[in-house]
C-alpha cells in the first residue's frame, strides 16, 4: 500500500511536443502529492504539487492532473524543451510526517 | 539564499568501515530528511529528525543512525558498510515536520569497496 507506481520508464518527445508521466497510488491516507525533476549529478529539485481537493494544478508549462477516484495522477510538460531532458519523480506523502514515498523515475529525452 | 547543502559531495570506503555524512537545511528549515538513492531508482527514505528528534525511520538496518543539532544541521552515520550501501545519500529540508515542501540537496556519492 505504500507503493508509488509510475510509468513509462523512458519516454521520448520531439521539441515542442506534449510530455507526459502517469503515477498510482493504493494509500488512501496520502494528502500530497509532488512531481520532481533530477539531472545527472545533482539532486532531486521540485517542480511542481498538489494536493487531493483540487483536480488540476498548472505552473508555466508543467501542469499535474489528479484524479481521486482512480488515485491516479499526471504530469504534462507542454512544449517540451530539450533543456527538459532529465529524470522525472513522482512522489506522495500523509500522516505524520514529511516522509515522501517516490516512484521509480521517467527517463525524459527531448530531441532537438 | 542558500540551498541545502551536504559535504563530502564523493567518498570511498572500505567495507566494514563506517561513514558520517553532513547536512546543513535552509535557514530556517527545522526538519531534515534522509534519503538513500541507488542508481536508476527513487529515493528510499531513511530518517526525519525535526526539532532535534527522530520523527520518522524507514526500513533501513541499525547500522544507520542520524541525529540533528541545535543548529538544525544534521549527521546520518553508517556502520559496518557493506557494498550495498554505495548510493546517492540526500539530505532534505524543510519548514515543519508535515505539510510543507522538501527541498534537497546534490548529495553525497557514496563508494563502498
Known amino acids: 500500500q505504500q507503493q508509488v507506481k509510475q510509468s513509462p520508464q523512458s519516454l521520448i518527445v520531439q521539441k515542442g511536443g506534449i510530455s507526459i508521466i502517469n503515477c498510482a497510488y493504493e494509500?488512501?491516507?496520502?494528502?500530497?502529492f509532488p512531481w520532481y525533476q533530477q539531472f545527472p549529478g545533482k539532486g532531486p529539485a521540485l517542480l511542481i504539487a498538489i494536493r487531493p481537493d483540487v483536480s488540476e494544478k498548472k505552473e508555466g508549462r508543467f501542469t499535474i492532473s489528479f484524479n481521486k477516484s482512480a488515485k491516479q495522477f499526471s504530469l504534462h510538460i507542454m512544449d517540451s524543451q530539450p533543456g527538459d531532458s532529465a529524470t522525472y519523480f513522482c512522489?506522495?506523502?500523509?500522516?505524520?510526517?514529511?516522509?515522501?514515498?517516490f516512484g521509480t523515475g521517467t527517463l525524459l529525452a527531448v530531441q532537438p | 539564499d542558500a540551498g541545502v547543502t551536504q559535504s563530502p559531495t564523493h567518498l570511498i570506503k572500505t567495507r566494514g568501515q563506517h561513514v558520517t555524512l553532513r547536512c546543513s537545511p535552509i535557514?530556517?528549515?527545522?526538519?531534515v530528511s534522509w534519503y538513500q538513492q541507488v542508481l536508476g531508482q527513487g529515493p528510499q527514505f531513511i530518517f526525519q529528525y525535526y526539532e532535534k528528534e527522530e520523527r520518522g525511520r524507514g526500513n533501513f538496518p541499525d547500522r544507520f543512525s542520524a541525529r540533528q543539532f541545535p543548529n538544525y544541521s544534521s549527521e546520518l552515520n553508517v556502520n559496518a558498510l557493506l557494498l550495498g550501501d554505495s548510493a546517492l545519500y540526500l539530505c532534505?529540508?524543510?519548514?515543519?515536520?508535515?505539510?510543507?515542501?522538501?527541498?534537497f540537496g546534490n548529495g553525497t556519492r557514496l563508494t563502498v569497496t
Open positions: 512522489a506522495a506523502s500523509g500522516g505524520a510526517t514529511n516522509k515522501l514515498i
Open positions: 494509500n488512501t491516507a496520502f494528502d500530497y
Open positions: 535557514s530556517g528549515h527545522k526538519s
Open positions: 532534505a529540508s524543510s519548514p515543519d515536520r508535515r505539510g510543507s515542501p522538501l527541498h
